[in-house]
């Protein structure tokens, strides 16, 4: 098998497999089946398939593994699960109903070959439970995430990192069910844990500075939006040496309405700018970002005039 051509043929040669074929050609036809599901979302480029043909390449990835498991064969089960863990992420932006079974697969091979409490295996926990997340499964979403911290948690602080990427995966589990004070304390802790090692160019860091501002003003809480935007932008430039990134545009242009709102003026004339001449370096005139930012630059200016 050697061309897209042969996914039609692909079915068939599974279906001898699973007819219990000889035992000596079994070995044969796993291994050079999985070296073409494996070519055709090789790990650093573009798959070779479209996604309705990864959709049904994925239900043979799920059948193949499981054999290579039954005859012993533990690498091409573990490229399967690797496999899989790819194809769900392909999945998951048009199709997360297909992606699902992807990761809940991925994840039944991982607990099996790696064992229940694997950083790897808590990854995939937590892949299927953002999976679940944007179904609006929310008990089966809420399930996993909590089960995968949990689970790092026995760690210690080993996997502060990954604790935090699934920290952030459950702020926005609450954030869906509206669930306001709990998604605030949530995205809180997960910037705690990320915050020292990580910027404002990271988008976990990102996502949890951005919803915790909205949270905070749909809150009428001017003063804390104040303070964590402040926090997070000193974060950055202690950490990345100052280096702008077009996040940081988008948090001083909120940290300046936010100033603007409990009367810091001056403040927010200084901030707003900032936001102007970071985002100039990054997007063309004719940018809705860069266009708003100008806005809020001529609203300030207009007031203070």
Not at 111 to 137: D, V
Not at 238 to 245: E, F, L, M, S, T
Request: proline share 4%.
């Amino acid at each position: 098998m050697n061309s897209k051509e042969d996914i039609h043929l692909f079915g068939p040669v599974l279906g001898v497999v699973r007819s219990e074929i000889p035992a000596r050609l079994a070995p044969q036809i796993i291994q050079h089946a999985g070296q073409f599901l494996l070519a055709a979302i090789p790990p650093k480029a573009n798959p070779t398939v479209k996604p309705f043909e990864l959709n049904r390449l994925s239900w043979h990835a799920r059948v193949l593994a499981e054999h290579a498991l039954q005859s012993g064969n533990t690498a091409i089960a573990t490229n399967l699960m690797q496999w899989l863990d790819r194809s769900g992420r392909k999945l998951i932006g048009l199709w997360p109903d297909r992606a699902i079974n992807c990761h809940q697969s991925a994840l039944n091979l991982s607990q099996r070959i790696l064992g229940t409490s694997h950083p790897l295996t808590i990854i995939r926990m937590n892949n299927l439970g953002e999976t679940w997340r944007r179904l609006k499964e929310f008990h089966q979403a809420e399930t996993c995430l909590a089960g995968a911290l949990f689970l790092l948690r026995q760690h210690q602080k080993k996997y502060r990192q990954l604790q935090a990427n699934c920290l952030g995966n459950l702020g926005l589990l609450y954030m869906d069910q509206g669930r306001w004070d709990q998604a605030r304390e949530t995205f809180s802790q997960a910037w705690s844990m990320a915050k020292t090692t990580r910027g404002l160019d990271d988008p976990l860091v990102f996502l949890c500075i951005s919803n915790l501002a909205n949270i905070m003003t749909s809150q009428d809480d001017p003063h804390g939006v104040v303070r964590i935007l402040r926090d997070a932008l000193e974060f950055h430039n202690k950490g990345q040496r100052a280096v702008p990134h077009l996040n940081c545009a988008v948090v001083l242009n909120n940290l300046a309405l936010a100033q603007k709102k409990i009367g810091q003026t001056g403040e927010a004339m200084e901030t707003i700018h900032q936001a102007l001449a970071v985002a100039q370096k990054f997007l063309p005139d004719n940018h809705t970002k860069l266009i708003q930012i100008k806005g809020n630059v001529h609203l300030l200016n207009s007031e203070v005039a």
